[in-house]
């Protein structure tokens, strides 16, 4: 299988080609769906449109989907349409005839010519602008495209997978992107959640990450503790996979795991205070300071604890999953929470944050 260019970021290939299905997929249930939905069309050539956030691993999924279809014997080409600029993405999408422009001495076959009989994976379709969507589509509609400067049409049999960051229905809203070309390219339609959407993954990534890094860089770093893949599970992951991939190489190298994230934004509203003339009702006022006290009670296990959740859960006689929820909600870590929150007892004209 001929690939033009590799994944970037996300899950980092095996030197015999892909990561295994079950490093691709996991083992959560929103991957679960994805995979058997990818099963069925694997065997077809229609157009396939992947979403999902940066670093969520689209392009692997792409490459994974050529490598089991029945295009595999032709190239993978991957474009990132948003790396190369319009009036250069034109040639190098479709390619040229020798003196269509200055500097085209010789005529030279674009990406779409390469990916005949095999996959065109257009990365970021989203940044694809207006005049060159039409001239994609017109691909689409009937498979014929010509090169600049050149009248003849040409035929490419190709399979298009695109995939972008974005929502294509905001976009074709405020008229970026074309809504007859979002109907094409959108024949099968593959949302991949962010990782924090699919947590059971992470530790099943992780080790997938330590052992070919470890191999990368002859080193022998001692596999995730269960106390690291707890400190690993209660991120958000706004990098995704990327970011996973990021900090496990760091341990790698290392050898300490450091899961600090930054400070939880605060709020911008202004506090409200109280005061004695009925405006604050009373169920918020007892609301905000349980929140606080249990903000108090949930550090204190933690720490007793040395912020092993689980230990921590079970001294407090809640789920592991609700003590996560309740970290998150209150922005605790060993980093940021050194120092226990003020408790705030309501008073008459007392500010409550």
Request: proline share 5%; glycine share 6%; with cysteine.
């Amino acid at each position: 299988m001929a690939v033009s260019d590799h994944t970037k970021g996300g899950l980092p290939p095996r030197a015999g080609g892909l990561p295994p299905e079950e490093i691709i997929f996991g083992r959560s249930a929103a991957m679960i769906s994805i995979r058997q939905k990818v099963q069925k069309v694997l065997a077809t050539d229609v157009p396939i449109l992947i979403q999902g956030e940066n670093g969520t691993g689209k392009g692997l999924l792409a490459q994974y989907i050529h490598s089991r279809s029945a295009l595999s014997p032709g190239a993978f080409v991957k474009v990132n349409c948003a790396a190369i600029p319009g009036a250069l993405l034109e040639s190098e999408l479709f390619g040229y005839e020798k003196g269509s422009f200055t500097d085209a001495n010789t005529s030279k076959p674009g990406y779409v010519e390469m990916a005949h009989r095999g996959t065109l994976f257009l990365d970021e379709i989203a940044d694809l602008d207006l005049n060159l969507q039409a001239k994609v589509l017109q691909l689409l509609q009937d498979g014929y495209f010509s090169r600049i400067g050149d009248k003849q049409e040409r035929r490419a049999e190709t399979r298009i997978i695109c995939a972008t960051n974005r929502d294509l229905q905001t976009e074709i809203e405020a008229g970026r992107f074309r809504q007859d070309l979002f109907y094409r390219i959108n024949v099968i339609s593959i949302n991949l959640p962010g990782l924090r959407e699919r947590r059971e993954d992470i530790a099943l990534l992780a080790a997938y990450f330590l052992k070919q890094l470890n191999t990368r860089f002859e080193r022998d770093t001692p596999t995730f503790s269960e106390e690291n893949i707890e400190s690993l599970s209660c991120r958000e992951w706004r990098g995704n996979i990327r970011e996973l991939e990021h900090v496990v190489a760091r341990y790698a190298i290392l050898g300490s795991l450091d899961t600090a994230e930054p400070a939880p934004r605060r709020s911008s509203a202004a506090p409200f205070r109280v005061v004695l003339d009925g405006t604050i009702p009373l169920k918020r006022i007892a609301k905000q300071a349980v929140r606080e006290m249990e903000g108090n009670l949930i550090l204190n296990a933690l720490r007793e604890n040395k912020w092993n959740r689980r230990k921590a859960a079970l001294a407090l006689s809640i789920s592991y999953r609700a003590l996560i929820y309740k970290i998150r909600e209150a922005g605790l870590s060993p980093k940021n929470s050194r120092k226990a929150p003020q408790e705030q007892v309501p008073r008459d004209k007392a500010s409550l944050a």
